[in-house]
């Protein structure tokens, strides 16, 4: 009986630690990930399929898992897969139907498009470009801390970035 009751405690003490790293994390990994897809709705669903992952998984954790740095990586990790899925499932006759815009198109619209074409371009870069750019470009972090997260040295970034950098720039250079 004693038994039973200590693993039930465990239970409740495990949920409620959980739930604080939900509340404490929950609004940079949505802003990561709106920060990526530029759709508040993907990047809700990137949101809950990075913490159902968690809870999934929440009896391997130990007590020594940096979890802002893991949250950026499986954030960032899962919003490219979703940006690349959604490259994928747009078909050439879509874009062949999309009418020719006339004049000058609206600011929030270029930006719009913009936002796209990148999530687009970063789910055809290697993962550890793509990862670097989001990491320090879109999310400001500097060379020390996303050699952190990733777990590599300040160099390796720096020569991701670079690549990253120069990859996307040709990529993009009709919408910048």
């Given amino acids: 009986m004693l038994g039973v009751i200590q693993l039930k405690l465990r ?40 913490f159902l992952e968690i809870w999934r998984r929440w009896h391997k954790y130990d007590g020594r898992t940096n979890w802002s740095a893991y949250l950026y990586r499986v954030t960032v990790r899962k919003a490219i897969a979703s940006a690349k899925r959604s490259r994928l499932q747009q078909t050439s006759v879509e874009q062949l139907d999309r009418p020719a815009a006339v004049g000058k198109p609206d600011k929030p619209l270029e930006t719009i498009e913009l936002q796209q074409k990148l999530a687009e371009r970063l789910a055809k ?50 919408y910048l």
Avoid: M, W
């Fill in 11 to 50: 239970e409740i003490l495990s949920d409620k630690k959980f739930e604080t790293l939900v509340n404490e994390y929950s609004g940079n990994v949505l802003n990561v990930a709106l920060r990526i897809l530029g759709d508040s709705q993907k990047a809700q669903d990137i949101h809950q399929e990075v």
């Fill in 125 to 174: 870069l290697p993962k550890r470009q793509a990862d670097v750019f989001v990491l320090s470009r879109i999310e400001g972090l500097k060379s020390e801390r996303v050699a952190e997260i990733l777990g590599c040295s300040q160099r390796t970034v720096r020569v991701h970035l670079h690549r990253a950098t120069k990859r996307l720039a040709a990529e993009l250079s009709d």
